[in-house]
């Protein structure tokens, strides 16, 4: 004889939870990514014009 059970799980998922740790770490990546832009920016500026041109050009642009 055998004997049918069932059984039922039910699963709560956190939805503003999983939004919000998505969310983080999507704008986590997007600073990582402007950060390395900025610098690669930068390094070049800092070989094509030299280091004091940029350092002069960056005072001026405060300045005025």
Avoid: H
């Avoid at 069932?6 to 998505?22: I, L, P």
């Avoid at 969310?23 to 997007?30: D, S, V």
């Amino acid at each position: 004889m055998t004997t049918n059970t069932n059984t039922t799980t039910r699963t709560q998922v956190e939805a503003g939870y999983e939004t919000s740790k998505f969310a983080l770490g999507a704008g986590m990546t997007m600073a990582a990514l402007v950060g390395i832009w900025g610098f690669a920016c930068l390094a070049t500026a800092m070989v094509s014009m030299g280091p004091l041109s940029v350092v002069k050009g960056y005072l001026t642009a405060v300045i005025g």
